[in-house]
């Protein structure tokens, strides 16, 4: 991927010049990622964005020490999902979620965008609200599944657990999907559609 | 890898399997070899597959969907930076910081030169201007004392001090759209700074748009970074830009300002004397088109009002547009003395 290779430029420019340009560059090609990482664990968008803030801040003052790190991308995750964690474990943890009237955290914010089909939209969007009552570490897999596309063994690695266990959280994820269309499908017009639904899965 | 390997396979099994995995995310032609045989030696797993695909293909359009608005991106840069690489605890002393920006720091410098004597007050404050304008439709490239190469859209004006000496700040005034490649000023790390009526953008080596209108300045950062200054009652910010980040200021509005990401191409194509309409509706084609040649135009077709266009057009070529547009919305287009009628 010619992505992770600019990445690695970047960060080679920046640990052993202190490069502001390359700095940045690291920002712009990772902070997606990140943000969406960020929120596998809590839907607090400030606290995300604060926890991001402190792992650039922290790269930023020990620059001349990072030359040693070879895979830039899980080294950044790790740091900040050690941040995030920590800031969790220092207030109340136990988060239920709420159907509050906010937007989900994996509901990107689209006004750019208009879905064209509205069953698309709605089927989509049953997804995101089932992937929102997975709990931490099955987002976690999806996350690093879907959105970085590592491999099990990576994955496995990076949560210092064996592949086959992330296999089995990624099916436990999908099966807890699956449940969550079937106890959801409410809507009349949704009724009519089950049978395609569970099949599609 | 022979294909009875996935003789057994169910979805479940597939949904675990990277190679299958691959083949859904990033498909190239030997994947597709590879499956496609498959299918043909195991008819019967079709469903399963495309059940498997399905569900990929799903998650991979809601998880890869972003979570982070342009805005906020830049936001948390902004704080990031203020707190690294910007604010005064950098190793490196800059000779150089506006503290006031716009006729604020004029009237600084000003008063500061007043005291060092009357005859330099006289040179300072009478400095020549120099200006550079454009009528409707022309556009012009302008290459500045400090090796800044401007490109000055039709019906703008830019405007700048005619002594600029290396250490000062280097600023200018626009009206109306310029595209800026400015010249870093490594050793100086002297700033570039562009006044327009409702903001200033600031700037270190860089390519970016300005446009500057009534009621809306717009701002496109190509490369390298920009710091945005919006100082009016209840407006008061400072933004900076990421590459490939548009800022749109409504003056109208007097609310904060609002951040996308754009192809930043579409912005700039103008100064290669080429307008990119990418899939928007045909009245907002026609506002751009407005302000750069200065007449109003009328569309006279009311199935025309929601059309879009997609197309790419050379500015100073009049005849070319029209025809264009005769063509693809089969009408005529009239030019008459103060307006352009589509019908």
């Given at each position: 991927?010619?992505?992770?290779s600019e990445?690695?430029?970047?960060?080679?420019?920046?640990?052993?010049q202190?490069?502001?340009?390359a700095?940045e560059?690291?920002y712009r090609?990772?902070?997606?990622?990140l943000?969406?990482?960020?929120?596998?664990?809590?839907?607090?968008?400030?606290?995300?964005?604060?926890?991001?803030?402190?792992?650039?801040?922290?790269?930023?003052k020990?620059?001349?020490r990072?030359?040693?790190?070879e895979k830039?991308?899980?080294?950044l995750?790790?740091?900040?999902?050690n941040?995030?964690?920590?800031?969790?474990?220092?207030?109340n943890?136990y988060?239920?979620?709420?159907?509050?009237?906010?937007?989900?955290?994996?509901?990107a914010?689209?006004?750019n965008?208009?879905?064209?089909q509205?069953e698309?939209?709605?089927?989509?969007?049953?997804?995101?609200?089932?992937?929102?009552h997975?709990?931490?570490?099955?987002?976690?897999?999806?996350?690093l599944r879907?959105f970085?596309?590592?491999?099990?063994?990576?994955?496995?690695?990076?949560?210092?657990?064996?592949?086959?266990?992330?296999?089995?959280?990624m099916?436990?994820?999908?099966?807890?999907?699956?449940?969550?269309?079937?106890?959801?499908a409410?809507?009349?017009?949704?009724?009519?559609?089950?049978p395609s639904?569970?099949?599609?899965? | 890898?022979?294909?009875?390997?996935?003789r057994h396979?169910?979805e479940?099994?597939?949904?675990?399997?990277?190679?299958?995995y691959k083949?859904?995310?990033?498909?190239?032609?030997?994947?597709?070899?590879?499956?496609?045989a498959?299918?043909?030696?195991?008819?019967?797993?079709?469903?399963?597959?495309?059940?498997?695909?399905?569900?990929?293909?799903?998650?991979l359009?809601?998880?890869?969907k972003?979570?982070a608005t342009?805005?906020?991106k830049?936001r948390?840069?902004?704080?990031?930076?203020?707190?690294?690489?910007?604010?005064?605890?950098?190793?490196?002393?800059?000779?150089y910081r506006?503290?006031?920006?716009g006729?604020?720091?004029?009237?600084?410098?000003i008063a500061?030169?007043l005291l060092?004597?009357?005859?330099?007050?006289?040179?300072?404050?009478?400095?020549?201007?120099?200006?550079?304008?454009t009528?409707?439709?022309e556009?012009?490239?302008?290459e500045l004392?400090?090796?800044?190469?401007?490109?000055?859209?039709?019906?703008s004006?830019l405007?700048f001090?005619k002594?600029w000496?290396k250490?000062l700040?280097r600023?200018?005034?626009?009206?109306?759209?310029?595209?800026?490649?400015?010249?870093?000023?490594?050793e100086?790390?002297?700033?570039f700074?562009?006044?327009?009526?409702?903001?200033?953008?600031?700037?270190?080596?860089?390519?970016?748009?300005?446009?500057?209108?009534?009621e809306?300045?717009?701002v496109?950062?190509?490369?390298?970074?920009?710091?945005l200054?919006?100082?009016?009652e209840?407006?008061?910010?400072?933004?900076?830009?990421?590459?490939?980040?548009?800022?749109?200021?409504d003056?109208?509005?007097?609310?904060?300002?609002?951040?996308?990401e754009?192809?930043?191409?579409?912005?700039?194509?103008?100064?290669?004397g080429?307008?990119?309409?990418?899939?928007i509706?045909?009245e907002q084609?026609?506002?751009?088109?407005?302000?750069?040649?200065?007449?109003?135009i009328?569309?006279?077709?009311?199935d025309?009002?929601?059309?879009k266009?997609?197309?790419s057009?050379?500015i100073?070529?009049?005849?070319?547009?029209?025809?264009?547009?005769?063509?693809l919305f089969s009408a005529?287009?009239?030019?008459?003395?103060?307006r352009?009628?589509?019908?």
């Amino acid at each position: 991927m010619s992505h992770s290779s600019e990445l690695a430029a970047a960060w080679e420019q920046f640990t052993s010049q202190g490069s502001t340009g390359a700095y940045e560059k690291i920002y712009r090609e990772i902070s997606d990622a990140l943000f969406s990482y960020g929120h596998c664990f809590t839907e607090d968008a400030d606290l995300v964005d604060d926890a991001v803030q402190e792992v650039f801040i922290d790269i930023w003052k020990r620059r001349h020490r990072l030359s040693k790190v070879e895979k830039v991308r899980p080294y950044l995750f790790q740091a900040l999902r050690n941040k995030i964690l920590t800031k969790l474990s220092r207030r109340n943890r136990y988060t239920r979620f709420q159907e509050s009237v906010e937007k989900p955290a994996f509901v990107a914010s689209c006004e750019n965008e208009i879905i064209a089909q509205e069953e698309k939209n709605d089927r989509l969007q049953m997804l995101e609200n089932a992937i929102q009552h997975l709990p931490n570490r099955q987002r976690e897999i999806l996350f690093l599944r879907f959105f970085e596309g590592y491999p099990y063994s990576e994955i496995a690695s990076m949560l210092s657990i064996q592949p086959q266990v992330a296999r089995n959280l990624m099916s436990r994820a999908i099966k807890k999907i699956r449940s969550h269309f079937i106890e959801n499908a409410e809507k009349f017009w949704m009724i009519l559609l089950l049978p395609s639904i569970l099949s599609f899965f | 890898m022979d294909t009875n390997r996935y003789r057994h396979y169910q979805e479940k099994d597939f949904l675990a399997d990277d190679f299958f995995y691959k083949w859904v995310s990033s498909p190239d032609a030997a994947s597709d070899a590879f499956w496609q045989a498959y299918l043909s030696d195991f008819p019967e797993k079709t469903e399963e597959v495309a059940r498997a695909r399905a569900v990929l293909l799903d998650m991979l359009s809601i998880i890869k969907k972003k979570k982070a608005t342009p805005e906020r991106k830049s936001r948390v840069w902004s704080h990031i930076a203020s707190a690294t690489i910007d604010p005064g605890v950098s190793a490196k002393p800059r000779p150089y910081r506006p503290l006031l920006s716009g006729r604020r720091r004029m009237v600084a410098g000003i008063a500061a030169t007043l005291l060092i004597g009357l005859g330099i007050w006289t040179v300072f404050f009478s400095a020549p201007f120099e200006t550079y304008q454009t009528a409707y439709g022309e556009l012009k490239e302008i290459e500045l004392s400090d090796g800044t190469i401007v490109n000055l859209n039709a019906h703008s004006s830019l405007k700048f001090k005619k002594n600029w000496r290396k250490t000062l700040v280097r600023e200018v005034w626009l009206t109306g759209e310029a595209f800026f490649d400015v010249r870093s000023k490594a050793e100086t790390a002297a700033s570039f700074i562009v006044h327009t009526d409702d903001l200033d953008v600031e700037v270190t080596g860089t390519a970016f748009n300005v446009k500057s209108h009534a009621e809306q300045t717009i701002v496109v950062l190509e490369e390298g970074s920009v710091r945005l200054n919006v100082q009016k009652e209840g407006a008061d910010t400072t933004l900076s830009l990421l590459p490939g980040q548009k800022a749109i200021y409504d003056a109208r509005q007097m609310s904060r300002v609002e951040l996308s990401e754009v192809e930043t191409r579409r912005y700039s194509s103008w100064k290669e004397g080429v307008l990119i309409f990418d899939h928007i509706l045909l009245e907002q084609a026609v506002v751009r088109l407005e302000e750069i040649y200065g007449k109003v135009i009328v569309i006279e077709r009311e199935d025309l009002q929601k059309r879009k266009i997609n197309v790419s057009i050379p500015i100073h070529n009049k005849e070319v547009l029209f025809e264009t547009l005769e063509t693809l919305f089969s009408a005529k287009v009239t030019e008459e003395q103060d307006r352009i009628l589509i019908q």
